[in-house]
């Protein structure tokens, strides 16, 4: 009985950690593209802002500085997330794009993305380019996978064990 209780415990603290890392849900700073071109619409997402405050979005190429939009935090959680749109005028190559506002506790706060503003494709070439530009937007499964799988060889382990014992009672 005592090994049952220790293989039903350790199987709880394997499959515990493995659990309790898909229960959390992180929020990573991003923008829909590195390598926009002028004139293109981008996403951008941002946390770590003050609630309700207002968060700018600033091209910087070279020595170049423009405002490229505005946006506002989330009430709830301080996050960002909204389009801008690169001026068609956007010089090519390593720009910077910024989200600047507050914290929670009023200091500054700059989020930096590098971008490679690329030239403006033409609609054969675009039509010709290989690659995808959609995000990954899945959960990575194979581990819970792997320990779903784990918990349920243990499981029957233990099943087998069980019987076992009652047949040699018996």
Request: charged letters at 10%.
């Amino acid at each position: 009985m005592r090994r049952l209780f220790f293989v039903l415990a350790l199987a709880v603290a394997v499959g515990a950690p493995a659990g309790a890392a898909f229960a959390q849900s992180y929020q990573i700073d991003s923008l829909s593209t590195t390598t926009p071109t002028p004139g293109q619409t981008i996403h951008v997402h941002g946390n770590g802002f003050a609630p309700s405050s207002s968060v700018g979005v600033i091209q910087t190429c070279g020595s170049t500085k423009s405002t490229i939009g505005s946006l506002t935090a989330s009430s709830n959680d301080g996050t960002v997330d909204g389009d801008v749109a690169l001026p068609a005028t956007a010089p090519t190559g390593t720009c910077t794009i910024s989200l600047l506002g507050t914290n929670p506790d009023g200091s500054p706060r700059s989020l930096d993305f590098s971008v490679t503003v690329a030239a403006a494709q033409t609609a054969a070439a675009a039509a010709t380019s290989s690659g995808s530009s959609l995000p990954f937007t899945g959960a990575m499964v194979g581990p819970m996978i792997a320990a779903a799988v784990g918990l349920v060889l243990v499981g029957a382990s233990l099943v087998a064990s069980v019987r076992r014992r009652r047949r040699a009672l018996v």
